[in-house]
């Protein structure tokens, strides 16, 4: 066992993490009260080689490994948990599906957009009717020979109002179950594609969430992603992986209200002496400190597991859900610390536990990563 990081992987880390200093932390506040949208950023990390970090060179990716995004993914959360996840998203959800299930052609087309961070991608599974049972789709992609026509809803999609090209599940024979699923590859700009609500959010605000109509859509036959009735196997496939961005994004928001809440409990003064002297207050940053170490070794078997070709799904869910918990309680501390003034807008502790909580529901809530623990232990009920 090896728990070092290589030259490459700490490079990655150091990069990110200036970067997040430099120009991601100063103005997450703005961005979070503004809802305003990273586009800016988006364009310097996608230069970085941040939009693609995955992606092999020759489709203009940067070539790395999972530990490498991982802690990408974790060091961007820390400076802006929105910008984190949209990353997550446009690095996981889309390139990941298209560089493992599509066609040399997908690739071509698609990959060098979604490294450079000229589009960025996002993932449709959610429906009305289909949240944790995301086999109770609806979206019918009915075959039309050279095209599918799509027509349906999907939920609470991220950069669904600003992304440029999804991996949509879509049922093609509703006489087979999850069987009967399928995978498309769906641009904003095909005809049918339809931004609904844009969803106002408790935290994560400077990324969007919108709900996608599909309105008699035309998709080419050749965005069929895997074969025809694979789409939940692709989407399930996608989750397994996307959680390890999640479990990322989490740490990097302990890490960030960890470190806001010593800042301010190094220089707050009670009965004579700065707040941090006192065993109550020293004690939950031990704490702190153990859960997100233990956080990230569990995140960083589940990369490692992936990039060996390993199986990882259950140690994706327990550093999903172990990492998004922690958070929660870290950010839930760090306010605590703060004292009335972690009510208050004025520092960042507010924000961070609000950013905390989406990490215990999309992707799979912490329930849901629960039966999949247990299924795995025990067996299916
Ligand atoms: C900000 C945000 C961004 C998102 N982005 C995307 C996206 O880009 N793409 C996408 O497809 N989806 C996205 N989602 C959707 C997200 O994945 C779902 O919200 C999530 O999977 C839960 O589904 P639901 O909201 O329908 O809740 P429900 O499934 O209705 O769950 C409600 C509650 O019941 C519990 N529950 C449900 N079933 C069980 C069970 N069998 N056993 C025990 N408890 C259960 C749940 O854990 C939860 O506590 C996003 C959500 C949010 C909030």
């Not at 093609?172 to 609500?197: A, H, Q, R, Y």
Request: hydrophobic residues 40%.
């Amino acid at each position: 066992m090896n728990f070092q990081y290589t030259e490459e992987q700490l490079m990655v880390r150091d990069t990110a993490r200036a970067f997040a200093k430099e120009v991601l932390a100063p103005k997450a506040t703005e961005r979070d009260e503004k809802e305003l949208f990273p586009w800016e950023e988006l364009k310097q990390l996608g230069k970085m080689g941040f939009c693609g970090i995955q992606i092999p060179e020759e489709y203009g990716g940067a070539g790395m490994d999972t530990i490498a995004y991982s802690l990408m993914i974790e060091e961007i959360s820390r400076g802006d948990a929105s910008v984190g996840v949209i990353l997550s998203v446009t690095n996981t959800l889309a390139g990941y599906p298209i560089l493992k299930f599509g066609t040399e052609e997908q690739k071509q087309k698609y990959l060098p957009k979604l490294a450079s961070g000229e589009w960025l991608g996002g993932f449709m599974l959610t429906e009305p009717q289909a949240g944790s049972d995301a086999g109770a789709q609806k979206t019918f992609a009915e075959d039309k020979g050279d095209h599918f026509v799509v027509n349906g809803t999907k939920n609470f999609i991220t950069t669904g109002a600003n992304g440029d090209v999804f991996i949509v599940t879509c049922v093609t024979d509703p006489s087979k179950g999850s069987k009967g699923t399928s995978s498309l590859i769906i641009e904003k700009n095909f005809p049918g594609f339809i931004v609904g609500k844009k969803e106002k959010k408790m935290g994560i605000r400077a990324s969007d969430c919108a709900q996608i109509v599909f309105d008699n859509c035309i998709v080419p036959k050749e965005n069929l992603l895997g074969k025809m009735g694979e789409g939940f196997k692709i989407a399930l496939s996608v989750l397994d992986s996307g959680r390890i961005g999640i479990a990322s994004q989490a740490l990097g928001i302990g890490v960030a209200a960890m470190e806001a809440a010593k800042e301010y409990g190094l220089q707050r003064y009670q009965f004579g002496q700065p707040i941090t002297n006192f065993q109550a207050i020293r004690f939950k940053f031990a704490d702190m400190m153990m859960k997100l170490d233990a956080g990230r070794l569990l995140t960083h078997r589940a990369a490692w597991l992936k990039d060996q070709g390993l199986p990882y799904s259950v140690e994706a869910a327990m550093a999903k859900l172990y990492t998004s918990q922690i958070c929660v309680e870290i950010a839930n501390e760090g306010v605590q610390i703060h004292g009335g003034a972690g009510y208050m807008k004025d520092y960042s502790a507010e924000r961070h536990l609000r950013d905390s909580k989406v990490c215990e529901i999309y992707e799979g809530t912490s329930e849901i990563q629960r039966f999949i623990l247990a299924n795995s232990l025990l067996g299916r009920n």
